[in-house]
């Protein structure tokens, strides 16, 4: 049974660092992961979701990132497969591969590109969650998908044994988080997808919530998860101070016209020891400019140097 305390509250969707010819740094994507380790700052590792940039991957690329990542870190830290993919074909057969390498959860998007109706969303789900023995996180995503899965598909999904929860990328409809909770049973869990909602997020579920899959937490990890913790111990008012001190932060990060902030992402990674690499191309480094404003304000919120 699917339990949100194993998996714990930050949950970090880790980066996959690509060599500057493009090829997978599988070493150095072990070595992100220790890192985040020695600075407790991730619960979880989930693998090749949207800041792992999969959507820039093959098939064999994941796998051996589902291979190399269990292999170096099975037994000490809870991982979670992105499995997602365009057709349910090739879900269907990473979230096997993944099952097989030893994965109890995956997370899975909905499928993108084709904008499949509700119906068509719903069979998606239906066909992997009927051939595999693990559980499933629906992960919603429309501002990339180009569909949202509606709190009453959600509803039905959740009726299936092995579908367990979802993850919602929540700034864009805010108070959608609330009526999935309200369409769900009490053991469906709802996870915030988006690092400037944590605290809206919280408020609208409580112990529905099971926290934040954060690509922040690579580097703003430890004031994260102050933030969680000043919340859930009742001191609302220093927890948004945090939020607000690290939302221009997020922002800066979509400077450019990016819509994916892992660009940047891994440029604020560098500066903190990361081997962060390049992102993938279409999707390509800051420039120098980016890179200095970016600096400006990992220093402004404390993430380089002393905190404010």
Same mark, same amino acid.
């Given at each position: 049974?699917?339990s949100k305390d194993r998996?714990?509250?930050?949950?970090? +969707?880790?980066?996959?660092?690509?060599? $500057?010819?493009?090829? =997978?740094?599988?070493?150095?994507?072990?070595? #992100?992961? %220790?890192?985040?380790?020695?600075?407790?700052?991730?619960?979880?590792?989930?693998?090749?979701?949207?800041?792992?940039?999969?959507?820039?991957?093959?098939?064999? !690329?994941?796998?051996?990132?589902?291979?190399?990542?269990?292999?170096?870190?099975?037994?000490?830290?809870?991982?979670?497969?992105?499995?997602?993919?365009?057709? @349910?074909? $090739?879900?269907? $057969?990473?979230?096997?591969?993944?099952?097989?390498?030893?994965?109890?959860?995956?997370?899975?998007?909905?499928?993108?590109? @084709?904008?499949?109706?509700?119906?068509?969303?719903?069979?998606?789900?239906?066909?992997? /969650?009927?051939?595999?023995? #693990?559980?499933?996180?629906?992960?919603?995503? +429309?501002?990339?998908?180009?569909?949202? @899965?509606?709190?009453?598909?959600?509803? !039905?999904? /959740?009726?299936?044994? *092995?579908? =367990?929860?979802?993850?919602?990328?929540?700034?864009?409809?805010?108070?959608?988080?609330?009526?999935?909770?309200?369409?769900?049973?009490?053991?469906?869990?709802?996870? *915030?997808?988006?690092?400037?909602?944590?605290? $809206?997020?919280?408020?609208?579920?409580? !112990?529905?919530i099971g926290g934040v899959?954060?690509?922040?937490?690579?580097?703003?990890?430890?004031? #994260?998860? %102050?933030?969680?913790?000043?919340?859930?111990?009742?001191?609302?008012?220093?927890?948004?101070?945090?939020?607000?001190?690290?939302? +221009?932060?997020?922002?800066?990060?979509?400077?450019?016209?990016?819509? *994916?902030?892992?660009?940047?992402?891994?440029?604020?990674?560098?500066?903190?020891?990361? +081997?962060?690499?390049?992102?993938?191309?279409?999707?390509?480094?800051?420039?120098?400019? %980016?890179?200095?404003?970016?600096?400006?304000?990992?220093?402004?919120?404390? /993430?380089?140097?002393?905190?404010?």
């Amino acid at each position: 049974m699917f339990s949100k305390d194993r998996y714990g509250k930050i949950l970090v +969707p880790v980066v996959t660092p690509f060599k $500057e010819n493009g090829d =997978v740094d599988f070493d150095a994507m072990v070595k #992100i992961g %220790e890192m985040l380790l020695a600075k407790g700052w991730a619960d979880t590792f989930i693998l090749t979701g949207t800041t792992g940039e999969f959507f820039t991957m093959s098939a064999a !690329e994941r796998i051996k990132v589902y291979e190399t990542m269990s292999t170096a870190f099975k037994g000490r830290v809870p991982m979670i497969a992105g499995t997602g993919a365009a057709s @349910t074909r $090739e879900a269907l $057969e990473l979230t096997k591969v993944a099952a097989r390498i030893g994965f109890e959860t995956v997370m899975i998007v909905a499928p993108y590109y @084709t904008k499949p109706s509700q119906r068509e969303i719903q069979e998606h789900f239906r066909t992997i /969650a009927a051939a595999v023995p #693990i559980d499933i996180l629906v992960y919603n995503i +429309p501002i990339f998908t180009g569909v949202n @899965t509606s709190p009453a598909m959600i509803g !039905e999904l /959740a009726k299936i044994s *092995n579908i =367990v929860g979802i993850k919602e990328e929540a700034e864009l409809n805010a108070k959608q988080m609330t009526e999935f909770l309200n369409a769900t049973p009490d053991d469906f869990i709802v996870y *915030n997808g988006d690092d400037t909602m944590v605290l $809206e997020s919280y408020v609208q579920g409580f !112990e529905r919530i099971g926290g934040v899959i954060s690509g922040g937490s690579h580097i703003v990890g430890d004031q #994260i998860r %102050e933030m969680i913790d000043l919340l859930l111990a009742g001191k609302v008012r220093e927890a948004s101070l945090i939020q607000r001190r690290l939302l +221009p932060l997020y922002r800066i990060m979509g400077q450019g016209g990016r819509t *994916n902030p892992v660009c940047l992402l891994k440029e604020a990674m560098k500066m903190m020891g990361y +081997p962060a690499g390049y992102p993938r191309q279409p999707l390509l480094s800051g420039t120098a400019e %980016e890179v200095a404003k970016v600096r400006e304000m990992m220093m402004k919120v404390g /993430a380089l140097g002393k905190k404010p």
